[in-house]
């Protein structure tokens, strides 16, 4: 089956598509392609991203990124050359504007909200379109996130090696794959900050012209303070067992500006942050999978130079690489997981893993709209 998979992330950088065929347990990846926001539609998306806003904001943006997503889909195809017709499913996993799991507060009241209407996608290219993954794992008692550790197990485990699967979006993720892992003995959860933080502060650094530090340039030709990352790494959230999740709640507006009240140079606060997002990720391997040989990097955080550079300094003892190595290109990765995931949903199949998720069951993930086809 050819289904096309469609994910933008909380760096707001852009929209991410891959088209793949399932065959059984065979996942090949036929094309992909991004496309990025522009920076009025990125601000948008910031301004109803857990902030004050009107609902009409959140409906119009709602119905527009469906129309944006079926777009990309359809430009993905004329520029690889592969038929639209020959789509017969999409996954999408939308935009988050607010996500609240339990993160340390374990009596949080769990919710999410992704929007890019399914409608519209369905409707523009006549497919049939799975979508809001995650609520149905926060009805099952679980986090709703992360979702694509059953994707990162089907395609990088090992019988001979530790692995852990690293997503550095806008928040980094684990995904933890022992030798000859068993799908419930896989762990999966957010680390803290991706690029989230980096990103926010070169926004603000060039004054919109530029939105993250091209190949970790900033961070390399300054300072990182170190009571500045050791009053941050003292966060509970970092020792906290999983399953966890973390977002834009925690690392959005008010983090930045509690950054910014430091008053330190803004140069010195982006070294920091490349240090931090380094130090919890490698925090949350060293703590809860301490065997790792080897980290499976994917997502836009793997394109800066520097902040492999500090990871690799974290953690002498893997072997830090990226998806590419396994013919998965590290851009398309989480647009490859929800083609994958819509699969299982179409096939009646569960896509989560309660062990990552802390749900108390697997499910079925997502809701159908169906297209014309």
């Known amino acids: 089956m050819r289904v096309a998979g469609i994910m933008s992330g909380t760096s707001l950088d852009g929209i991410d598509?891959?088209?793949?065929?399932?065959?059984?347990r065979a996942i090949e990846t036929v094309a992909h392609a991004s496309f990025p926001y522009s920076p009025a539609l990125r601000s948008a998306i910031l301004a109803v991203s857990n902030a004050e806003c009107s609902t009409g904001d959140i409906s119009r943006l709602n119905f527009e990124l469906g129309g944006r997503y079926a777009k990309a889909v359809a430009a993905t195809c004329r520029r690889r050359n592969v038929p639209l017709e020959s789509i017969e499913l999409i996954g999408c996993h939308g935009q988050t504007v607010y996500h609240e799991g339990a993160g340390v507060n374990r009596n949080a009241k769990r919710n999410t909200l992704q929007i890019g209407e399914a409608s519209v996608i369905a409707e523009q290219l006549g497919i049939p379109v799975v979508s809001d993954f995650r609520p149905r794992d926060i009805a099952?008692?679980?986090?709703?996130?992360?979702?694509?550790?059953?994707?990162?197990?089907?395609?990088?485990?090992?019988?001979t090696k530790?692995?852990?699967a690293l997503n550095i979006g806008g928040i980094a993720n684990i995904t933890v794959l022992p030798k000859n892992a068993r799908p419930e003995q896989v762990i999966a959860f957010d680390t803290g900050p991706g690029n989230m933080v980096i990103d926010q502060l070169v926004t603000l650094l060039s004054?919109?012209?530029?939105?993250?530090?091209?190949?970790?340039?900033?961070?390399?030709?300054?300072d990182c303070n170190h009571a500045l990352l050791n009053k941050l790494l003292r966060d509970p959230y970092y020792s906290a067992a999983p399953?966890?999740?973390?977002?834009?709640?925690?690392?959005?507006?008010?983090?930045?500006?509690?950054?910014?009240?430091?008053?330190?140079?803004?140069?010195?606060?982006?070294?920091?942050?490349?240090v931090f997002t380094a130090a919890t990720i490698a925090a949350g391997?060293?703590?809860?999978?301490?065997?790792?040989?080897?980290?499976?990097?994917?997502?836009g955080g793997v394109h800066n130079t520097q902040l492999l550079v500090q990871l690799e300094a974290f953690l002498p003892r893997c072997r830090v690489t990226t998806t590419a190595e396994f013919h998965v290109h590290p851009?398309?990765?989480?647009?490859i997981a929800f083609a994958v995931l819509a699969h299982?949903?179409?096939?009646?199949?569960?896509?989560?893993?309660?062990?990552?998720?802390?749900?108390?069951?697997?499910?079925?993930?997502?809701?159908?709209?169906?297209?014309?086809k």
């Open 162 to 164: 530790f692995r852990v």
């Open 243 to 274: 399953p966890k999740t973390a977002g834009r709640e925690q690392y959005g507006r008010e983090f930045i500006e509690s950054l910014l009240a430091t008053r330190l140079p803004i140069l010195d606060l982006i070294a920091t942050a490349t």
């Open 285 to 299: 391997i060293r703590r809860f999978a301490p065997e790792t040989q080897e980290v499976i990097a994917a997502g």
């Open 207 to 222: 004054q919109g012209r530029e939105t993250f530090d091209r190949n970790g340039r900033i961070a390399a030709e300054n």
């Open 331 to 335: 851009d398309a990765k989480e647009a």
């Open 344 to 372: 299982r949903t179409w096939k009646r199949q569960t896509g989560n893993l309660p062990s990552a998720t802390g749900a108390r069951h697997a499910v079925v993930l997502g809701k159908v709209t169906f297209g014309t």
């Open 17 to 24: 598509v891959a088209i793949v065929d399932i065959r059984g």
């Open 140 to 159: 099952a008692g679980g986090q709703g996130a992360p979702l694509v550790p059953l994707v990162d197990y089907l395609l990088f485990r090992s019988a």
